[in-house]
């Protein structure tokens, strides 16, 4: 598993990097938010029945990759850290840099799991979650299910009513818990290398 995981980052980020060379930063960011973020919501509502499907794949697939992403950055892999061009982490701006990197990651994966929830929602013809109150924008409610699953806040008012849906939940959470306990341990590692650089 560490191995396609580190293949996979490799090939997307010189992709990225390629994309960022020829069209920019910026272009390369929105190829990034467009293709894991926004095309899969766009596909779940096509209605042709493979499409939602791919949305549903695309979207798990990304998750995926950011926990792969969010491993080896906290424990680190000599290859894919050469190959990426990780930054050494030395100053204040360098480490906002990180933070802003990692808030992006886990919004990212907020959303990725609400096309998830969707996606189930529509394969199951709305048997998987049980909406108190639903809403007129159908993927709101579920993207707020998102929000409240990974935050561990959990009002109640959305229900998962399938074995998969709770499946997807218990995944959500431990993504969530496991992000902010790995977000703390990076900054408070990041911390404690400038500190010792300064005094060296």
Known sequence: MLGTWVAILNFLSALEFR???KLGEVTA???HFFLFWTLPIILLYIPIKFFPVIGVIIAFFYVYVLAGDIFLSVFGHE???KKRGMIDITGVQEMKEEIISALIKYFGAIVSFATIYNGLQQFSQG???MVSHPSNIPYFDL???SLV?????GYGDIE???WVSKTFIITEILFGVGFVLLLITMLISI???IHRKKME
Request: a negative charge; charged letters at 20%.
């Open 79 to 81: 290859k894919l850290e």
């Open 29 to 31: 960011i929105i190829f």
């Open 19 to 21: 994309i960022a060379d």
């Open 143 to 145: 993207f707020y299910f």
């Open 149 to 153: 699953t990974i935050t561990t806040v």
């Open 127 to 129: 048997k998987a979650f």
């Open 191 to 193: 911390y404690i290398d």
């Open 160 to 162: 998962p009513a399938l």
